[in-house]
């Protein structure tokens, strides 16, 4: 059973950082997109990051640039999102996707990603 598990969600301060461990379990994602999506109350789910297969490429929603940096290890099957300078709206329910099709480019289309994990809240206080 394959399954994405998120980590290291919470409350924070504005200002604050946070870094989101996602881990793969039931095969192995080394050679595949992965993402992060996130979803605030009465939103629609939205695309934050992506990293390649390779972790070569990265793309980042314009809201995130410059302050989240997304990260992979391949051999720890485990994606990463570090996050700094977190303001009151990048709070929302973050989750960790997995493109099915490996070797495929890193998108920023939720439709594209085959597996999710249930994700973990981060809430920032202003």
């Known amino acids: 059973q394959v399954q994405l598990v998120e980590s290291g969600g919470g409350l924070v301060q504005a200002g604050g950082s946070l870094r989101l461990s996602c881990a793969a379990s039931g095969r192995t994602f080394s050679r595949n997109a992965m993402g992060w999506f996130r979803q605030a109350p009465g939103k629609e789910r939205e695309f934050v990051a992506a990293i390649s297969w390779s972790g070569g490429s990265t793309y980042y929603a314009d809201s995130v640039k410059g302050r989240f940096t997304i990260s992979r290890d391949n051999a720890e099957n485990t994606v990463y999102l570090q996050m700094n300078s977190l303001k009151p709206e990048d709070t929302a329910v973050y989750y960790c996707?997995?493109?099915?099709?490996?070797?495929?480019?890193?998108?920023?289309?939720?439709?594209?990603?085959?597996?999710w994990g249930q994700g973990t809240q981060v809430s920032v206080s202003s």
């Open positions: 996707a997995a493109d099915g099709t490996p070797f495929t480019i890193a998108t920023r289309t939720l439709a594209e990603y085959d597996y």
